[in-house]
């Protein structure tokens, strides 16, 4: 049972004297007019269609309505679910009225969503703010320059302890950001006080007291349940108002977050979630159950938002540690036995469950106790099925890594083991694991190191990326094979590739040993890019040689090499041979300040 006061009244009466809304648009974020929109934000906008109807309101509108609620002059009237309609002894005083018989006749085709939209609003106005970024993307073909900037449009709501939270999508890459409260027409600089690209959130901070006056933060509430309604609130493109779309959740399972390709914890919904939504929060009674991120793109009202479990389990890393933590994560890939005769060569009794362990990273700490066909019973006690999946709320089932990513760093977990037909207990320490070739490098520049106009840069994804919207088909494809399937084997392993040849007399002649690994350099092993720039000026042979894969070599004599990459730099405009990450301590400050000059 809900008791409606007369403001909200007023609102639905006008809402049925057919006022006009702006039909909303988003999740991704939106590019201002004239910017294109940056290839790795994976979000297509699509027409807007919903059996709810266009739920998106005016938000001027409704503060009008919040700031003269005096005029009208009513008694409180109760909704049950069975009943929408208005009590017979209703009457409204002012010019703003409407005939009782006209109230009559509109009040049952008032529905609970559209009220609920109205509540999502209401709480939403003080919160809920629009955030303007200007970001600039490394070039990865051309390590030592960004891409020309661009403008981009999001949304983000206020939490507790004068903090916003938002996409880390909408504030990747970024330089300059902005926000704007809702009735302002001031913009204030704001800073990031933390991102974790994974899980695709941010924390802003903003300085200017003023800006935080009459603004009041969001609660965070619990995971909805199926058919449950919630209603995202943001600032889409189309509009400049906030605006507001409603719909129901229709699924909670583990989901591949495009932004950071991670597989976490996700909310799927049936409303609008399209460009300049993101970081907008989906409100359910009058708490935050989630924030807008994504769609699927190709298909109609399939929305998503990242779950209340993930929100809280980023921001107490981020208060616990000062700084994104991570999530962490077994190393372990597992296959499903729900195959008999699997079942019966691994010697599972009939009642036993569990995944069978087919590959270990070398890096986790589960490769210190478990081994290869190992098959995993439990994880924490909780029993884990033949396919993978555990006990998840009222009759769900969910992947078991969401138990996993749940965990804190460094944090224990208890494992229960079958190994050669005999149950065993573990205990593995849980920490975050960087695959050897990763995934995503927002907010930092690429490394290089440049030698006689031979171009070095450790292999990532993004680099991959620059071969376009169809990367996997277009790239090299030994390349991708090893960066989407290869496991580090030491600690701050890095595939080193040549990425390119600078054209000079010096390096004629290996111009098409380009996009090949680098293995060795005067047959010592490369371990990293900054390792490789060591052996490559240790200076105390003649030659330099560099061993890469297929059997490939260069040789470069050193003294000749050293004088033609001052001359190849000059001719390419490129103001230094390596990034600043390869460069000691005692000269990056030096280097950091010639670049800025």
């Not at 362990?357 to 033949?386: E, H, M, Q, T, Y």
């Amino acid at each position: 049972m809900l008791r409606i006061g007369s403001t909200l009244r007023a609102s639905r009466r006008l809402l049925n004297r057919q006022l006009h809304f702006q039909c909303p648009i988003i999740a991704g974020d939106s590019a201002i007019a004239g910017i294109a929109p940056v290839r790795h934000r994976r979000f297509i906008p699509f027409n807007y269609s919903s059996s709810f109807g266009n739920i998106s309101a005016s938000a001027s509108f409704f503060s009008m309505l919040s700031s003269n609620s005096s005029i009208f002059n009513a008694p409180n009237t109760e909704r049950t679910e069975e009943n929408d309609s208005v009590e017979p002894n209703l009457s409204v005083a002012g010019d703003a009225g409407v005939a009782l018989s006209e109230v009559e006749r509109v009040a049952p085709r008032l529905s609970d969503g559209i009220l609920d939209a109205y509540l999502a609003i209401e709480l939403a106005l003080d919160s809920v703010v629009k955030i303007f970024t200007v970001s600039s993307s490394p070039n990865y073909f051309l390590p030592w320059q960004n891409k020309s900037q661009r403008e981009t449009t999001g949304s983000g709501f206020v939490i507790p302890g004068k903090r916003i939270l938002t996409n880390a999508h909408v504030v990747a890459d970024h330089t300059f950001v902005l926000v704007r409260k809702h009735g302002s027409p001031t913009k204030y600089r704001a800073t990031v006080q933390a991102v974790g690209h994974e899980c695709d959130l941010a924390i802003l901070v903003v300085e200017s007291e003023e800006f935080w006056e009459g603004m009041n933060s969001l609660d965070l509430g619990d995971v909805p349940f199926l058919q449950e309604a919630v209603s995202v609130v943001g600032y889409p493109q189309g509009g400049d108002n906030i605006s507001v779309t409603k719909g129901v959740v229709s699924r909670v399972e583990p989901t591949q977050y495009v932004h950071g390709a991670s597989q976490l914890l996700a909310i799927q919904i049936d409303a609008a979630i399209n460009p300049g939504n993101s970081g907008g929060p989906a409100i359910m009674g009058d708490k935050v159950a989630g924030v807008a991120f994504q769609n699927l793109s190709g298909a109609e009202n399939i929305g998503y938002i990242i779950p209340v479990p993930v929100i809280k389990h980023f921001i107490a890393g981020v208060e616990e540690r000062g700084e994104y933590a991570g999530f962490c994560s077994l190393g372990l890939s597992c296959q499903p036995t729900e195959n008999a005769q699997i079942r019966e060569y691994f010697q599972m009794q009939s009642k036993m469950t569990g995944v069978l362990v087919s590959r270990i990273n070398p890096l986790s700490d589960a490769s210190r106790v478990l081994k290869k066909d190992d098959i995993i019973l439990s994880f924490d006690g909780v029993p884990i099925a033949s396919d993978g999946t555990v006990p998840f709320r009222n009759r769900e089932r969910i992947a078991f890594d969401h138990l996993v990513s749940m965990k804190k760093p460094n944090e224990t977990a208890e494992l229960k083991v079958l190994r050669n037909g005999e149950a065993h207990d573990f205990k593995i320490t849980l920490h975050p694991l960087q695959p050897l070739v990763p995934v995503h490098q927002f907010d930092k520049l690429p490394s290089y190191f440049i030698f006689a106009g031979l171009v070095f840069i450790p292999l990532t994804q993004p680099f991959l990326h620059e071969y376009g919207e169809e990367w996997y088909n277009t790239s090299p494809r030994r390349l991708c094979e090893r960066a989407l399937r290869e496991l580090p084997k030491k600690p701050g392993e890095q595939f080193i590739i040549l990425s390119q040849v600078l054209m000079d007399d010096i390096n004629a002649g290996y111009e098409r040993l380009a996009e090949l690994q680098v293995k060795k350099v005067n047959g010592v092993e490369v371990l990293n890019l900054k390792h490789l720039r060591q052996l490559v000026e240790d200076g105390n042979q003649k030659n330099v040689r560099f061993d890469l894969d297929d059997e490939r070599v260069i040789v470069l004599n050193y003294e000749s090499a050293r004088i033609a990459t001052s001359r190849i730099l000059k001719r390419h405009r490129i103001p230094h041979a390596m990034s600043i990450d390869l460069t000691d301590e005692q000269n990056a400050a030096e280097l950091q300040s010639a670049c800025s000059t």
